[in-house]
């Protein structure tokens, strides 16, 4: 089926500096949204992203997140400054329309220390 | 805001008994739903997509239905395999906002 990719698969970083997850979405697919999942917990909606903006976030998106996808490239989430309570596995996902089935990548595993 | 309920954190079975896990959802617009599947170290797959009542969707002998009446879309399967073990999120998509919203997942433990 359709394959979404996330680089990088692992990142540990210091807290209070920046990190950029990466996601490859669908070729064709027009919506993109990040959800963050921490261990042992559910998953949880932050954000999704159509026609170069953002659409809808949650309360977990915080001032210090932002996404963009310059130029049809990588849809990027990016956290500025990170926190502890920012680590957790966070996951693309991409769909062709809004309510379509939602192609899940395999998650970048981000530990802030 | 939008809320899915799933009542089964953990669900045992043993393998050739039916499986049924439970979820409720609540929303200010007719929600599409769907059942995700998600094993140990992977990306959440499809499972399961509704639309409209009444429809009943399987995949993988897994099936469910959905009741706007009762605001359920329960998952379910005959005769459950080893190899079913895995964790299941109901999910509804607000077709107003885009968001899609999780439940807590259930995790099933299929045993010999």
């Known amino acids: 089926g359709p394959k979404v990719l996330q680089i990088p698969s692992h990142q540990i970083i210091d807290m209070g500096q920046m990190v950029t997850l990466n996601c490859d979405p669908v070729?064709?697919?027009?919506?993109f949204y990040w959800y963050k999942q921490i261990l042992g917990q559910q998953m949880e909606f932050l954000v999704n992203?159509?026609?170069?903006?953002?659409?809808?976030k949650s309360k977990l998106f915080k001032d210090q997140f932002s996404v963009e996808r310059p130029d049809g490239s990588y849809f990027t989430l990016k956290i500025q400054p990170t926190a502890l309570e920012d680590s957790a596995v966070y996951f693309c996902?991409?769909?062709?329309?809004?309510?379509?089935?939602?192609?899940f990548g395999p998650g970048t595993r981000l530990l802030v220390l | 805001g939008d809320s899915v309920t799933q009542t089964e954190g953990l669900v045992t079975l043993t393998e050739g008994l039916p499986v049924m896990l439970n979820c409720t959802y609540q929303?200010?617009?007719?929600?599409?739903l769907f059942w995700y599947v998600q094993h140990l170290n992977e990306a959440p797959k499809l499972l399961l997509k509704?639309?409209?009542?009444?429809k009943r969707p399987e995949h993988q002998g897994f099936h469910a239905t959905l009741h706007k009446s009762s605001s359920s879309f329960h998952l379910q399967k005959s005769s459950a395999q080893l190899s079913d073990s895995a964790l299941y999120y109901c999910?509804?998509?607000?077709?107003?906002?885009?968001?899609?919203?999780f439940g807590d997942g259930t995790v099933l433990t299929v045993k010999p």
């Open positions: 992203f159509y026609n170069g903006k953002v659409m809808e």
């Open positions: 929303s200010t617009y007719s929600p599409f």
């Open positions: 996902a991409s769909s062709l329309l809004g309510g379509d089935t939602q192609y």
């Open positions: 070729s064709n697919h027009l919506y």
């Open positions: 999910a509804s998509y607000n077709t107003n906002t885009g968001k899609l919203t």
């Open positions: 509704s639309f409209t009542d009444n």
